[in-house]
Each structure stands twice: as structure tokens, then as C-alpha cells.
């Protein structure tokens, strides 16, 4: 059975990672995708890989207008928006609260935050109109605990497990159903990025760290954040709305370090 | 198919979401062990399944007795082999006296019952099921709960605290075994039309119904459709979660 047989999916953030093998997975299974992400050469690639299913259009997701435009892009194509992926998001700089600069949390709070109450406040409306739709929004582990050093990052996916529960009780009455995926590092750019932000002098330390904090002692692949962000688009999970989904390798279910038992 | 050539067993597999969990899993390609206490309608969920053109058995199971979880897991693998999936489903709302009443009314006997059923019995599941999947170089266990694992409700005291209770065992067996292969996770259904709002009114059901956001009560293929994903090789990096199937209800 194919879940997304002439679906109309939008994807944000969808030129590399977690994004990229969502849109995958939609078009596997017969869907139709526009991709939204800043990187214009990630997207003209991804286009190309993914095959004439998908479509692209560049936008800063945190600004108002261009968001009007990419929904109106998706829109000119299929008509709908059945199904979106908000996933656009950016980690920050590694700093303690106090050695945050106030533009860096600004921004954090503005790619990862105003975006989606931006597409929210599109979709919803959009939604209601054509009876119905299914929102997935990828939060992070971060949007359940926190992490010293990524407070601006922390404060932003805590807020979309908000909004995103505020949103599923706005769209329960017409049919809109909205969930959040919570992965715990992902083997992607992000992860990374986050490594040398740790421990610049020794990524691999930080590497380390961070499994540490992880049961199944391993990064994500994009795949496995992907397949249930598929489950919750789709309509088997008819009567999932309003939840936030850990896909973490069990690091949400207690401070797990592997310690060596005595 | 998402469960094809496994062998899954489920407790509390002869009506409600046990029963559609045990179809689900089987439309999905596993061998099916419906466990249950009632042996008529354990029976039924079997013929349904094999009527359907899949392989399933029945075994009677009452969930209290520990030593039966383990027959029930020899018995999966005698008749399939193995033993990859497993749902923790068992479980009542009510104790013998059928009555809901505050925590300072409860009576002695309904907490026990209550909490054998829906508190150990998923304890003396794992203890059987784990060894199983050990021995067959890992596997899957769901564990159903309830969005009463995550709030409360009142003249639910027994209920409450045994599903609570359900997620943190689900945790701490998740941290446990994450590094053997085994996931461990829960479900939270909300209120599901299931046999066990039989004790209901309509008017009570329409009040139930008015309580998730999404105005309805749930479906059983609703909470089964998520066991079968969990069980699944989809859900890889998904253990020590609780995850909501329940109209909104959690969200409020």
C-alpha cells in the first residue's frame, strides 16, 4: 500500500538531512513534494536525485512574505497541501546563556520558532479550507530536556512543542492533525557542526559525550527520523494529534550513561 | 509488509485493541500468539487472523500468574520457532466489584486487582519475553498504557497509578536492554470504544467522546496500527518512549 499516493507534501529545511529522506520517503510511497530550504545548489541536487515528483522553491522561512510565497509555490503546483514537514532549523553557536550573543538567540528563535508559527498561520487556514491536513514539526530531544551550553536551541524546540500542541487543539475540530517529532542527534551537517562546538580541539570527545547520553549508543540516520515522521503523516495515525514523539534511542527515558557496573 | 516472517505475541489479544493489535500484526506478516484469558473469543481473534489467509494460535494466558507468561513464551516458540515482538496488552479498568469510587472509598481487593493485571502482568510479560529475545539476538516489546500513565482522572486511582506505573517500567527496561537489541516502549491510547467502556451509558460514552479534542473516541486499528509500527524495523531508534495515541487528549 502506498500512504502518499497523490499527496501534496511541503517540506521545510528539505535540501540535506532529516528533510531530504522525508521527502524520499513521501515520494517512495507516491507523493508529491516541494522542498523549501535557503541553500539554493541543495535543492537544485536534491530536485534532480529525487526525480520530477518534487519541486523546489528558495525562501528564508523566518521571513512573512516569503512565506506567503512558498505556500503560494506548492500551492500553483498541486493545488493543496495536504501533508507538511516543518522542519527548517538552525543548532546556534555552543554558549552558556550569559555568553550568548543577543542576535545569535535572535536568530535561532527566528529560523526555528517564527518560522513555523509563520507556515502555521498559512496552513492552518489553508487546512481548514480544504477539510483537513496532517502537520508534522521536527522538534528535538532538546524540546523535551536541556543541555547546558544550547540555551537559545533548547528555548526554541521546547517553544514548537508548544505551539505545536496549541495548533493540534486549534485544528482538532477541522480535521488538522499536528505532531512533533523530538530526534536525538542525527547523523547529519548539525551533528557535526555540534561536535566541533563542543570541543572544537577534539571532536571525537565530544562525539563520545554526546553517545554517552544515548542507550542505543548511536547517531540516528536521517532514515529512521524520516519513517516516523511518514507514520505520523500519514492516515494510519488517524487519532495521533497533539504529541510529541522522542525517536532518541532511549535518551529521553532517563539519564542513561553507559556506566560500568561494579 | 512491515512484521513479514516475525512471531509476535499478544496478551490481551481476544477483543478490543488486543484483538485488532493481533490482526494489524498479522496483515503485517508476523505469526501471531494470541494470549488472553477468555478462551472463546481468544479463539475467535485466531480463526479471524487465519481466516485472513496468516498463521496464529491461541494460548490460554491469565496475565496474573507469571509462570504462565513463560508457558505462553515457550509455546510461541515451539509452534513459530522464535519469538520477535511482543505486546503487553492485558488489562482492566475495574476491579471484581465493578464500581469506580475516590481513593479514600476504594476497597482493598479492587486496587489488587487492578494492579495485578495491569501492573504485574506487564512486569511478568517482560521477565518471560526478555530471555526470548535475547536468545533470538533482539526484538521488540510494546507495553500498552494509557494516557492515565501520563495524568489522572478521578475514581480511576488504581488505574492511574498501575499505568503510570507501566511507563516506568517501560523506561528503566528500555535503559536496561537498549544495548542488546531489545526495544521496549508504551502506548497511550486514549479512550478507545473498546469492551472496556462496557460499563458505560451512552451518555457517559458522549462525554468520554467530548473529552479528546478531536470529539470522538478512538478506534482499536488506530492504537493497533502503532504497536505494529513500534514493532517494527521502522522504529529503530525509538525505546524508552511513550507514545500518545489519543485525539489530542494529552495535549489540553
Not at chain 1, 540535506?16 to 535557503?38: K, M, N, P, S
Not at chain 2, 508457558?71 to 475495574?94: M, P, W, Y
Not at chain 2, 510479560?125 to 539476538?137: D, F, H, S, T
Not at chain 2, 516502549?185 to 460499563?199: E, R
Request: aromatic share 6%; net charge negative; with cysteine.
Amino acid at each position: 500500500m502506498r500512504r502518499f499516493e497523490q499527496k501534496s507534501i511541503l517540506v521545510t529545511g528539505g535540501a540535506a538531512g532529516i528533510g531530504l529522506a522525508a521527502a524520499q520517503c513521501f515520494i517512495r510511497e507516491g507523493g508529491y513534494v516541494t522542498l523549501v530550504d535557503v541553500d539554493e545548489r541543495a535543492l537544485r541536487q536534491a530536485v534532480e536525485n529525487l526525480g520530477s515528483s518534487a519541486a523546489y522553491c528558495v525562501a528564508d522561512v523566518s521571513d512573512a512574505r516569503q512565506t506567503q510565497e512558498y505556500i503560494a509555490c506548492s500551492m500553483s503546483r498541486n493545488e493543496r497541501i495536504d501533508i507538511a514537514l516543518l522542519n527548517a532549523g538552525i543548532e546556534g553557536p555552543i554558549a552558556t546563556i550569559d555568553g550568548t550573543r543577543i542576535e545569535d538567540f535572535d536568530r535561532v528563535m527566528s529560523v526555528n520558532v517564527r518560522s513555523a508559527w509563520l507556515a502555521l498561520a498559512s496552513l492552518l487556514p489553508l487546512m481548514r479550507r480544504q477539510g483537513g491536513g496532517s502537520i508534522v514539526m521536527t522538534s528535538s530531544i532538546s524540546g523535551l530536556r536541556g543541555t547546558a551550553g544550547q540555551g537559545a536551541y533548547v528555548a526554541s524546540k521546547h517553544a514548537l512543542v508548544g505551539l505545536m500542541k496549541t495548533a493540534a487543539l486549534e485544528g482538532a475540530p477541522h480535521g488538522i492533525r499536528v505532531n512533533a517529532v523530538c530526534p536525538a542527534p542525527v547523523q547529519t551537517r548539525m551533528i557535526e557542526a555540534l561536535e566541533n562546538g563542543f570541543n572544537s580541539a577534539s571532536p571525537e570527545d565530544a562525539k563520545k559525550m554526546i553517545l554517552s547520553g544515548i542507550p542505543l549508543n548511536r547517531y540516528a540516520a536521517p532514515d529512521e527520523i524520516a519513517n516516523l515522521i511518514a507514520y505520523l503523516a500519514s492516515d494510519e495515525a488517524g487519532f495521533c494529534t497533539g504529541a510529541a514523539y522522542p525517536v532518541d534511542g532511549g535518551a529521553s527515558a532517563g539519564p542513561a550513561r553507559h556506566i560500568q557496573e561494579s | 509488509m512491515l512484521l513479514k516472517d516475525k512471531v509476535a505475541l499478544v496478551t490481551g489479544g481476544a477483543s478490543g485493541i488486543g484483538r485488532s493489535i493481533a490482526l494489524v500484526m498479522a496483515r503485517e506478516g508476523a505469526k501471531v500468539l494470541v494470549a488472553d484469558l477468555d478462551d472463546t473469543a481468544g479463539c475467535e481473534t485466531m480463526e479471524l487472523i487465519r481466516a485472513a489467509g496468516a498463521e496464529a494460535e491461541f494460548f490460554h494466558l491469565d496475565t496474573t500468574d507469571p509462570g504462565q507468561h513463560a508457558e505462553a513464551v515457550r509455546h510461541a516458540q515451539t509452534r513459530f520457532g522464535k519469538l520477535d515482538a511482543a505486546c503487553n496488552n492485558a488489562g482492566i479498568s475495574v476491579g471484581r466489584s465493578k464500581s469506580y469510587l475516590p481513593v479514600g472509598e476504594s476497597s482493598v481487593v479492587d486496587w489488587l486487582d487492578i494492579m495485578d493485571v495491569n501492573l504485574n502482568g506487564v512486569f511478568y510479560g517482560l521477565r518471560a519475553q526478555i530471555p526470548a529475545l535475547m536468545q533470538n539476538g533482539g526484538g521488540s516489546i510494546v507495553n500498552t498504557a494509557s494516557i492515565m500513565g501520563q495524568v489522572a482522572a478521578k475514581r480511576l486511582g488504581a488505574y492511574v497509578a498501575s499505568k503510570h506505573g507501566v511507563v516506568g517500567l517501560t523506561k528503566c527496561a528500555a535503559l536496561e536492554y537498549a544495548n542488546e537489541g531489545i526495544r521496549i516502549n508504551a502506548v497511550a491510547p486514549g479512550y478507545v470504544d473498546t469492551p472496556i467502556l462496557k460499563f458505560k451509558s451512552d451518555a457517559e460514552r458522549a462525554e468520554l467522546a467530548a473529552k479528546h479534542p478531536v470529539g470522538r473516541l478512538g478506534r482499536p486499528d488506530e492504537i493497533a496500527e502503532l504497536v505494529a509500527w513500534l514493532s517494527s524495523d521502522r522504529a529503530s531508534f525509538v525505546t524508552g518512549a511513550y507514545y500518545a495515541a489519543d485525539g489530542g487528549y494529552l495535549a489540553q
